[in-house]
């Protein structure tokens, strides 16, 4: 059996229907992991800022050798 952890508050969810799949992070070396947070706490998380920032820097340097 898996124990799912909430993101937000760091414990263990005991009850599989209290648990929320929050997003599922990318991982360099493997398959990745799934992140959880309790029904309860799911409003709290926020997105990873960190990846949206990459992204931007990718999409900016592709515009810039593109000429757009």
């Known amino acids: 059996m898996t ?3 909430c ?3 760091d414990e263990p969810i005991a009850d599989p229907d ?7 992070q990318e991982s ?3 398959p990745g992991r799934d992140v959880w947070a ?3 706490h ?6 990873d800022t960190g990846l949206v920032r990459v992204l931007a820097r990718v999409l900016i ?3 810039m050798q593109s000429g757009d």
């Open 3 to 5: 124990v799912r952890v």
């Open 7 to 9: 993101r937000a508050c």
């Open 18 to 24: 209290d648990a929320v799949l929050v997003w599922h």
């Open 28 to 30: 360099m070396s493997g």
């Open 38 to 40: 309790h029904r309860e």
């Open 42 to 47: 799911s409003d709290l998380i926020q997105p």
């Open 61 to 63: 340097a592709k515009a």
